[in-house]
């Protein structure tokens, strides 16, 4: 099928749209307030709107895709832990329910009231280098995405990077949450369409036997059964479970984008709420993307880059003017996602690495405006660093793990730190600056060992990061405490 | 067995999703007046304060 002007029309109309949208937005920004969480007013339904804007780009349905396409049936699985996880936070409030009632904007500002304002600008570094290599995939990513559909050659991706990326910064710099807030409604309804018109048409065209018998008959029971050999020695096994079902617990208590919206909700209520409802939305989220995927797999008799699966089965089942809607929802999806990550990334920069520093040195907050100021030069300084690193960086192995463990860098000692300083007394700063170091080594490792041991060692050193925090937190906790009571000790002798 | 679990898990997926999406939606507009006349209210009221 070919990407006629019909669909370039369309996708120009509704960009022009969501961009005017955004702009209008500016007159209800007035501080800083209002630019990072909407002054805390967003309701349970736009909570959920917001809430898969964010995540959902381009790259969440090109790195499902992927999984679907290589791994089959068996890949499902991997939805189902961030459903279990939000409905449990959501149900019992563990960590967020605190959080919500200290009214803080970023999870470094947390640190700095639990522990130290040492730990809340390592965290504020820490996350800013995590979060950032993990963004910094998405432009690359999702300019071969457009590319493969649209069919705009590849010397000229790289300025339709640039063109989206500068229409997604002024909207956001103008008008920050309460932008993305209205723009992500108008995005959720392209979306939404887009996902369940994608699924419906493309079991229609490929019928479900044949993917069925495809994936049987190729993958065999490793590609239906995720257990496969072994509940312990599958791909998808029980490491693997473990891994993830920690990974998202703290993604859904210490990732900046998601904790944003959270912050945002009107009170405790309404974001606890949120979180049990986006549980059954994140399963959608997965699942079908993931089916996507087993369908290109039945779909292609060559075989293609795991990739690219998705953007050419598209390109080959979706007809004409469908292609265009269904493209403007998914370049939505991705300037939804560009803007949320840009500000919840950027707020990190502003408030706990350059705010936690100028005050250090002049012993005073700076005024909202300047905050304001400060968070919109950040915003641009890091969407020059992503497309930057789109350029030079080579993926290995899974497009999803290495999402997963850039955002290790900081996830294990943060979801670590955060469980242990809500929930015991005793722990101390020491103890937060070993659980994130300690839980940095694992996923670092992942990034610079070779693509094989990554393939074979991936859930040890999911889960091994998470393990490695706890000891830090535990060691560096009663170091700490032993330390303070001789201290004690001595001053009542003297 | 598996086969047919998934089955279900996709099915469920796409009816879920369609009316949880058109739910939202349509509760959403209102949410959205709400959101901006509180922002609007509290704008209005910084500026009299001063």
Redesign the interface.
């Known amino acids: 099928m070919n990407f006629t002007l019909f669909d370039i029309g369309i996708v120009a109309i509704y960009i022009g749209l969501v961009f005017l949208s955004g702009v209008l937005m500016k007159k209800y920004v007035a501080g800083i307030g209002d630019y990072l969480v909407a002054n805390r007013t967003m309701g349970f339904n736009l909570g959920i709107i917001s809430m898969m804007c964010t995540e959902i780009g381009m790259i969440t349905y090109v790195y499902y895709a992927e999984l679907g396409y290589k791994a089959g049936f068996a890949s499902l699985i991997i939805a189902v832990p961030p459903m279990i996880v939000y409905y449990f936070l959501g149900k019992t409030g563990f960590i967020v329910k605190p959080l919500l009632e200290m009214k803080i904007m970023t999870i470094p500002e947390f640190f700095s009231r639990r522990f130290s304002k040492g730990v809340r600008l390592y965290v504020g570094i820490l996350m800013a280098v995590g979060g950032i290599l993990n963004f910094g995939v998405f432009p690359g990513v999702e300019a071969k995405f457009i590319n493969t559909i649209s069919g705009i050659p590849e010397e000229y991706v790289l300025v339709t990077m640039v063109v989206l990326l500068t229409l997604v910064l002024i909207y956001t710099l103008l008008g920050g949450m309460v932008s993305i807030i209205l723009t992500n409604y108008i995005q959720y309804a392209l979306l939404s369409f887009g996902m369940v018109f994608i699924t419906i048409y493309g079991v229609y065209i490929i019928g479900w036997d044949n993917i069925v018998n495809s994936v049987t008959i190729k993958l065999g029971e490793k590609g239906i059964n995720p257990f496969f050999p072994t509940l312990f020695k599958g791909e998808f096994g029980i490491g693997f479970i473990v891994w993830q079902i920690l990974e998202w617990t703290a993604i859904l208590v210490a990732w900046q984008a998601i904790s944003l919206r959270l912050f945002s909700s009107k009170d405790s209520k309404t974001g606890m709420k949120i979180y049990r409802w986006s549980g059954l939305m994140f399963l959608f989220r997965g699942i079908l993307p993931i089916f996507w995927g087993i369908m290109a797999f039945a779909y292609f008799t060559e075989p293609v880059d795991g990739l690219d699966a998705l953007p050419l089965l598209l390109k080959a089942i979706i007809p004409t003017g469908i292609i265009g809607l269904i493209f403007a929802g998914l370049l939505a999806a991705s300037m939804s996602t560009y803007a949320s990550y840009l500000l919840s990334w950027s707020s990190v920069v502003s408030q706990d690495i350059i705010g936690v520093t100028i005050k250090y040195f002049t012993k005073k907050e700076m005024s909202s405006k300047r905050q304001l100021m400060v968070s919109r030069i950040t915003v641009t300084a890091v969407m020059i660093f992503i497309i930057w690193w789109s350029l030079f960086h080579k993926l290995e192995g899974y497009l999803y793990f290495y999402l997963q463990m850039t955002g290790m860098l900081f996830l294990p000692g943060a979801l670590v730190s955060m469980a242990f300083g809500v929930y015991w007394k005793k722990a101390r700063t020491a103890g937060a600056y070993l659980a994130f170091t300690f839980g940095a080594i694992p996923p670092l490792l992942y990034l610079v060992l070779s693509e094989e041991v990554k393939n074979k060692w991936a859930s040890e050193i999911g889960w091994g990061g998470f393990l490695f925090a706890l000891i830090g937190m535990l060691v560096g906790s009663l170091i700490q405490n032993q330390f303070k009571n001789s201290k004690n000790r001595i001053e009542q002798t003297v | 067995m ?2 047919t679990i ?2 279900i ?2 099915l469920f ?2 009816v ?3 009316y ?2 058109v ?3 349509y ?2 507009i209102a ?2 007046k ?3 006349n ?3 209210k ?2 209005e009221k ?1 500026l009299s304060d001063n």
């Open positions: 598996w086969i998934w089955g898990v996709i997926s796409i879920g999703f369609t949880m999406s739910k939202v939606l509760k959403g949410e959205l709400e959101m901006l509180n922002l609007k509290e704008h910084s």
